[in-house]
């Protein structure tokens, strides 16, 4: 793990994403992410950890399905000012992750055409990107 700590990148609109990860791999973060944004990041040139790398558990249902896992969540929530929680995080062999950058799918625009873009609308729901 880098000395700065984990970021964990999963964006729907890619917008300024590679020159927002290029700002924190040179602030020394390591990058954690997943599906199509991971592959964008590597096409700039950048390291980039696979989120099933972390959780053990390759993404499923396309893709919807990615950071579910309590080796993504429990870092997030762990309150890293308290004694017990980052020992319990390090007991658990998980690390912090200090920076979260997600977006939503664009379900209005998608639900909204005419034929519908997806028969059933939880197809274009994020999920995980509103969890996180």
Same mark, same amino acid.
């Given at each position: 793990?880098?000395?700065?700590?984990? +970021?964990?990148?999963?964006? @729907?609109?890619?917008?300024?994403?590679?020159? @927002? &990860?290029?700002?924190? *791999? !040179?602030?020394?973060?390591?990058?954690? /992410?997943?599906?199509?944004? +991971?592959?964008?990041?590597?096409?700039?040139?950048?390291?980039?950890?696979?989120?099933?790398?972390?959780?053990?558990?390759?993404?499923? @249902? *396309?893709? #919807?399905?990615?950071?579910?896992?309590?080796?993504?969540?429990?870092?997030?929530? &762990? #309150?890293?000012?308290?004694?017990? *929680?980052? !020992?319990?995080?390090?007991?658990?062999? %998980? @690390?912090?992750?200090?920076?979260?950058?997600?977006?939503? %799918? *664009?379900? +209005? /625009?998608?639900?909204?055409?005419?034929?519908?873009?997806?028969? #059933?609308?939880?197809? #274009?729901?994020?999920? /995980?990107?509103?969890?996180?």
């Amino acid at each position: 793990m880098s000395n700065r700590g984990r +970021a964990l990148l999963s964006v @729907f609109d890619k917008t300024g994403i590679t020159e @927002f &990860a290029t700002g924190l *791999d !040179k602030l020394g973060f390591e990058l954690l /992410s997943t599906g199509g944004t +991971a592959r964008l990041l590597r096409q700039a040139g950048l390291e980039v950890t696979d989120v099933s790398e972390v959780t053990g558990h390759p993404e499923c @249902f *396309d893709g #919807r399905v990615k950071s579910l896992h309590p080796a993504i969540h429990a870092p997030l929530l &762990a #309150r890293l000012e308290r004694e017990d *929680d980052t !020992k319990e995080l390090a007991d658990l062999g %998980y @690390f912090p992750i200090q920076v979260v950058a997600v977006n939503l %799918y *664009d379900f +209005a /625009s998608a639900a909204a055409q005419r034929p519908p873009l997806m028969t #059933r609308p939880c197809l #274009r729901w994020s999920i /995980s990107a509103a969890r996180l």
